[in-house]
Nanobody, 115 residues
Framework: QVQVVQSGGGLVQPGESLRLSCTAS????????IDWYRHYLGKTRELVAS???????SYATSVKGRFTISEDYSKNTVYLQMNNVKFDDTAVYYC?????????WGQGTQVTVSP
């Protein structure tokens, strides 16, 4: 069983930056894809960013140019750098480490953007 632990999050003001971390209990290497999702009450869960084992990153249109997904495989950790945050970025953010057949989820972390 792979354990996934998230950190970061909190309360920020519009325009500020925040970094979320996602650390797995197993090496995150080329067989895994890392996804960041977010879920805000009353809204559909949104795939925010993905990083494939081959190093290809993709982003939702709503965050493109503001968020960056990156990795430090030496620490089994993937990051989501959130810049120029907006009110609509308020949500619980979840990290998923997995393949097409199985996924391991982090516990979720709240991000609240408020003046």
């Amino acid at each position: 069983q792979v354990q996934v632990v998230q950190s970061g999050g909190g309360l920020v003001q519009p325009g500020e930056s925040l970094r979320l971390s996602c650390t797995a209990s197993t090496p995150i290497d080329s067989i895994y894809t890392i996804d960041w999702y977010r879920h805000y009450l009353g809204k559909t869960r949104e795939l925010v960013a993905s990083l494939t084992g081959g190093g290809s990153a993709s982003y939702a249109t709503s965050v493109k140019g503001r968020f960056t997904i990156s990795e430090d495989y030496s620490k089994n950790t993937v990051y989501l750098q959130m810049n120029n945050v907006k009110f609509d970025d308020t949500a619980v953010y979840y990290c998923r480490v997995g393949t097409s057949s199985i996924g391991y989820w982090g516990q979720g972390t709240q991000v609240t953007v408020s003046p």
